[in-house]
């Protein structure tokens, strides 16, 4: 079964090169272009995995991330922080708000995909 992934985020580049990893790793991708829009697209997506800038207009990632872990849907699904952020003090607010994860940018195709693997059990 393909697994569903939901990338959030404002960087038109970013998003389009995790869709051509994703989707040639097996994944079925759709995109949001900020937080509000994400979390739209979340309430009406089985998202079995969530990617999420930080640093977004209209919602940030860890506005994203306490939406989905505050929401009543799927509220257990993976949150992976794809961000240039490197700072303990954010990835401890990000872990506190309920991230799974922390990659910066740039990602490495592979390990993005090893990661996303692990977390969503695709094989």
Known sequence: ??????????????RSLL???LQKAGFEVSTAVDGVDGIEKFQHEDA????????????????VIADIR??????????????TE??????????????TGWIVKPFDDEALVAVIRRLTGAA
Do not use: C, H
């Not at 999420?52 to 919602?59: A, G, I, L």
């Not at 505050?70 to 961000?83: A, E, F, K, Y």
């Not at 490197?86 to 991230?99: I, M, N, T």
């Open 86 to 99: 490197s700072g303990a003090a954010l990835k401890e607010r990000a872990r506190q708000a309920g991230a």
């Open 48 to 63: 079995d995995l969530v990617i999420t800038d930080v640093n977004m207009p209209n919602k940030d990632g860890f506005g």
């Open 19 to 21: 869709t051509q990893t």
């Open 70 to 83: 505050g929401g009543t849907r799927n509220r257990t699904v993976p949150v992976l922080v794809l961000t």
């Open 1 to 14: 079964m393909t697994k569903r992934i939901l990338a959030i985020d404002d960087s038109r580049t970013i």
